[in-house]
């Protein structure tokens, strides 16, 4: 059986899963003396929607960037689309990715972060579309014409040759949103996208989000939005102390929950 060495330790691969977009397998993560997370397994199928549920600090946001390897995992694996994340094989043994592998690898796995991540000094258009130019090497014509198209798709076409600062809030999330979507990733993943904005622009980027999840993206949603992980998830999945407590339907964890300690969460955030 082939194994990951990484600084002299090895760890035992397992075969690549079949008929899933993701896997993670025993996923341990730690920053010193503080487990955040302690052995997670979590399979998503082509085309789930999976909200992470959870209190502060209980290991949502930390999993999702390992599942591209933003933060190296201490132990476990993980694969996207049958590929382990951030590893190449080398006869019986995986080594870790050189970075431009790795830049390559997370050209398919699209990310929205808290709070937009945009390039002050670039224009809307050319925050979508320089990375699938400069990563992918795509021409700019055809990036330019996709980001055209996923703007019109996001509801902000006439913004753009605006630049972030001339934007609200929801705004510069949607134009996040249509940024990773230019690469054309195979899953999405969004942590907390709506937890920097005003109540009253969390609307249209919820809007935005379950467009994307009717037209069959695999997703991987961490939120505090009950309502929409209870609209739009195919699962949703509470995550408490590094571990994963509870995961069913999102009817069975929001509406009748089995877990006590899912149950005192729903009710502190009602």
Not at 37 to 56: F, H, N, T, Y
Not at 111 to 116: A, E, G, L, S
Not at 141 to 169: I, M
Request: aromatic content about 4%; some cysteine.
């Amino acid at each position: 059986m082939p194994v990951i060495e990484t600084s002299g330790s090895t760890e035992p691969v397992h075969a690549a899963p079949q008929r899933l977009m993701v896997r993670a397998h025993g996923v341990v993560k730690s920053y010193g003396t503080n487990h955040v997370l302690k052995g997670v397994d979590l399979d998503v199928a082509p085309g789930e929607v999976v909200c992470l549920i959870g209190p502060s600090g209980s290991g949502k946001s930390t999993f999702l960037r390992c599942i591209n390897h933003l933060e190296r995992v201490d132990a476990g694996q993980i694969w996207v689309d049958g590929d382990i994340v951030g590893y190449v094989q080398r006869g019986d043994a995986l080594h870790e990715q050189s970075d431009k592998a790795m830049c390559q690898t997370r050209a398919t796995i699209g990310m929205v972060f808290q709070h937009f991540n945009l390039f002050p000094n670039l224009r809307v258009i050319d925050n979508i579309t320089m990375a699938p130019q400069l990563v992918l090497r795509r021409p700019k014509a055809d990036t330019v014409r996709l980001g055209e198209e996923l703007l019109e798709r996001v509801g902000l076409a006439e913004k753009r040759n605006a630049y972030p600062r001339q934007l609200s809030g929801g705004q510069q999330q949607r134009v996040a949103i249509a940024r990773a979507l230019c690469m054309q990733p195979k899953v999405m993943l969004f942590d907390e996208p709506t937890s920097a904005l005003d109540p009253e622009l969390v609307g249209d980027v919820l809007a935005v989000m379950r467009d994307l999840a009717q037209s069959g993206m695999t997703m991987i949603v961490v939120t505090h939005e009950m309502g929409f992980a209870r609209d739009v998830a195919d699962r949703v999945v509470f995550f408490d102390g590094g571990t994963i407590v509870e995961s069913g339907s999102a009817e069975q964890v929001i509406t009748e929950p089995r877990h006590a300690r899912t149950q005192a969460f729903l009710r502190a955030v009602r």
